[in-house]
């Protein structure tokens, strides 16, 4: 990478990755690259720490976490500002991602005993002279690979479920908002200044490689679908166990018996939020014939009303340079084929902004439609009815999100939808419901962080039977004798045979 400055993409000088922000250029932050040895060091560290971390229980790390909760809570407005300094993201949609961080770790620390904690489980016929018992018990080390989009809330999703469970976590910011990832594992190790639990290794995509091949225990990865296959590929060597986290081209649904302000407002700001830049942004739209014309309406007027600027605007810069190029294209394409835009257009990339556009009529094998754009533009299509916007929503091989609005059918349709998470009658909202797995299917990757699940997913499940009394039906003994045999056949009929 050459010294450079371009406002928003990072450099490396004198051994040191350099943050700016994308709307001024003004650095933003200034951290070491770590080199391989340094990433492999940094995971030694961590496994005596986190041999720490594990050995505090649930009530130490509860506790712990829960004043880090606070931390994050009661300096809320700094690390909004920095989020804003280095990705260019509205102050006011940096406060919203980190509210949602602060109920993650608030959720995880609470429920991670009663999740994870060991338990009897119920003992079977066939096997009723054995107890059983299970517990989920921490992997170790586990490296989180993170993106720029949602800075906090992102690893947080990966590392506070992961801290929960009792694991160290190695954190490999995004090179675009390395300074954020920083302030993250400080502020943590204010808190917990015993040992490096939760630390960071700074630097490019090579650094990211690195941590896969350093000996963590798990890898959970927040990112583009090109760079979930090469951490899956780099982990399969190791058998090291990945968490995908990767993109999506979400669908908002729109049905006969939509409430139509609400499902513009709904529409408006899942589309536009942060620039367009989000995984589970709303990208395209169905909406069936008779309300098209309305729906697309209110959604014009509204996202027609949104500012665009560097500060106090609703819609800030594109954070990565580089993806102004491909809204342009997509928008391009869309307009080549047909399409029509009804607000914006090609006239609204100016970089480092992208104003909103909103394109209707484009045809389905348009990269506007088939592809993650990643800014603030959206495609509306008509459709005949509902199936036939399950059809379409569901031709992609991307499936994380998605909304559908509606009245009688609307839940039927959200569970109809190929994908990890849908909203009824909102979107976006099953991010910040600390309750509900987070995760998609195919190209937007696999397993769950957040929940229950989420929780799990950062643990191993251990299971240990214990003999409480004599077997009655010998099997699993070379002194079992043919007699016990034949008991055991006829007692697998009695029981199953039916
Ligand atoms: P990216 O894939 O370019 O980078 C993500 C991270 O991977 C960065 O830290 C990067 O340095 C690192 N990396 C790059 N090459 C690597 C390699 N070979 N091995 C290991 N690590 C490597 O993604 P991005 O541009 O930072 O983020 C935007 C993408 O993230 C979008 O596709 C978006 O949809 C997706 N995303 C998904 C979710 C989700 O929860 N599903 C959330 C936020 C963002």
Redesign the pocket.
Known sequence: MTAVHVPGTPVIEDGRLVSTSPATGAEAGRLPVATAADVERAVALARSAGEWWAGLGFTGRRERLLRWRGLLARRIEELAELVHAEGGKPVADAVVEVVTAVEHVDWAARNARRVLGPRRVRSRLVLAEFSAHLEYQPHGVVGV??????PVF?PI?SAAYALAAGNAVVF?????TPAVGQWLVDTFAEVVPEQPVFTAVH???????A??RSGVDKVA????????R??MA?CAESLTPVLL????KDAMIVDADADLDAAAEACVWGALTNAG????GIERVYAVEPVFDAFVGKVVERAGRLTVGADDADIGPIT?PSQVDVIRRHIDDALARGGRAVLGGADAVQPPYVRPTVLVDVPEDSVAVRE?T?GPTLTINRVRDADEAVARANALSYG?GGSVFGRRHAVAIARRLRSGMASVNSSLTFAGMSTLP???VGD??FGR?HGEDGLREFSRAKAVTRRRARSLLASTTFDRTPADVARLVKAIKVLYGR
């Open positions: 690979i993170g993106p720029w989009n949602y992102t999703g490999k910011p995004s090179e675009y630097g490019l995509g090579d650094v990211g490689a941590l896969c990865f927040t990112g583009s679908s090109a760079t979930a090469k951490v780099a986290e990767a993109g999506g830049q989000t995984c589970i990565m993650e990643f994380l987070f995760g998609g937007s990757g962080i």
